[in-house]
């Protein structure tokens, strides 16, 4: 890794009691051996402790940095985190800690964690790097009061979610790929009546299905809504403007799309209630053409997964493909508390996790240990007898449940995952098929941290307009509320509840970040 800067040793030892390597980006990064103390939050099928956890023993040998973990479940974390914090015996860091930002905030005003500004200008490389050269990472990092208390889980790409398409099912039925919402339909009808499938049975197919309503958000992105981040609020490309999906007109044409699908039998009459389990069975069983997959946990099996190709977004009113991408940083995941000793050996520490090395590392552990490439574009998890995937992740990476200090890595989204290893688990995840989403994403509002006050005037307002319009959405698209005879109804009733108050507070919020960062497509 380069020398991207000098510091003399004296300087370090004036800034710690423990001496720092001397030069940043080589390993290990300090001198003589440092414990510290960490707290975090396992992974759901965590069976390993952190102390056992191959990744982070693999990141102790690198960096030189010995780590004492308190691991805790994921299921009541935030109660046993508050009672660590009012025990007052403070670890050194908090890692994998899933804070809020209002938590955050109320720790930094009561001292009990410290700003990392000035560690991160002099100790961080790998984190500056990632400001510099990725538009948006530093402003989302930054609180109210500018400065840095915990570290962020950055995705690049921000797409995880994607629609693929059954390129088999498309050949039997002599079509091509979809490429405007009129040909999409053309192509679900044709997949329900034309025995797509080629098995000899026309009534088993299903032409499109989704896990509830986020993959319909999804496909509805040509009416120019944009789904529930960031409350359903958007800015339009090229434009200044807050808006809400919620209220838009064009959510009533998608609708209304979408309650066609349904009636017409094109839409999982289950889209709505049925879980990984019951998806998967389908998909398995051949008979799903178009399918939502949220990362590695979709599957069809080994046989089936290569007839689908990613499915692009359709164009809107303006002619622009658009997949709204996830906030490109979120959940606070590191913090050094103010009992820590050595807080530039801990910065350096979770420094290399924002390196590609360092990311790798916790997407993929230990190289011929947790996996292996099969040859320079193709890797594959090393699975024991009767190992899942999401069981050895989750006790020999860094990645899995709550988020992480890190960035995305280049080669989970460059190199492919052969599944060689895995005949049961074959996932719809990887490049090849998110790429056509990826090509079009776009970020329609900043990840930024709001005060608490604001975070409270937020949720007031918008926890029961969400419940309304999930509500709403999910009876116009089955047809138990006529969109035509109550829409009017329904947007009456979002003024009510006080819409136009929540845009207003987004768009203050967008134009003080605009000021400081400069807009954001």
Known sequence: MKK???????????????????????????????????????ATSATNTFNENAALLRLEEITGVHIEWESVTEDGAAEKRALKLASGNLPDIFFRCNMTNDEVSQLAQTGQIIALDELIEEHAPNIK???????????????????????????????????????RWLENVGMEVPTTLDEFYDVLVAFKEQDANGNGDPNDEIPLSVMGLHWIWRLMTCFEVFG??????????????????????????????????????????????????????KGTADTIGVLGVAGAFVN????????????????????????????????NAFCITSNCEYPEAAIRWVDYLYSEDGAILVWGGVEGETYEWIDEDTWDWILPEGVGITEWRHNNTIQGGVGYPSIHPDFWESKFWSHQNDEIEASLDGPQFRQPQTDCA????????????TAE????????????????ISDYITGVQDIDATWDEYI?????????????????????????????N
């Open 4 to 42: 991207i800067l000098v510091l003399c040793v004296a300087l370090c030892l004036l800034l710690s009691n423990v001496a720092m390597a001397d030069v940043l980006g080589e390993f290990p990064v300090v001198d003589e051996p440092v414990t510290l103390t960490g707290w975090g939050i396992l």
């Open 129 to 167: 790097a990632m400001f510099e050269n990725i538009p948006g990472t530093e402003g989302a990092f930054r609180s109210e009061d500018g400065h840095i208390y915990s570290l962020l889980q950055v995705r690049i790409p921000s797409i995880t979610n994607h629609m693929v398409i059954n390129t």
């Open 228 to 281: 529930t981040n960031n409350d359903g609020f958007f800015v339009y490309p090229g434009t200044s403007e807050v808006k809400s999906s919620y209220n838009q007109e064009g959510l009533k044409e998608g609708l209304k799309f979408f309650h066609k699908l349904y009636e017409e039998g094109l839409l999982d009459p289950e889209f709505l209630v049925q879980d990984t389990s019951t998806y998967n069975a």
């Open 300 to 331: 069809v099996g080994n046989e089936l997964h290569f007839d689908y190709q990613g499915l692009a977004p359709f164009p809107d009113s303006n002619g622009n493909r658009i997949a709204f991408a996830n906030e490109i940083a979120s959940n």
């Open 442 to 453: 776009v970020t329609l509002y900043p990840a930024l941290k709001m005060n608490a006050d």
């Open 457 to 472: 005037e937020i949720a007031f307002i918008m926890t029961d307009i969400s419940a309304y319009v999930t509500s709403m």
């Open 492 to 520: 009456a009733t979002l003024d009510a509840m006080g819409i136009a108050d929540a845009v207003a507070i987004y768009q203050e919020l967008y134009d003080n970040y605009v000021e400081m960062n400069g807009p954001i």
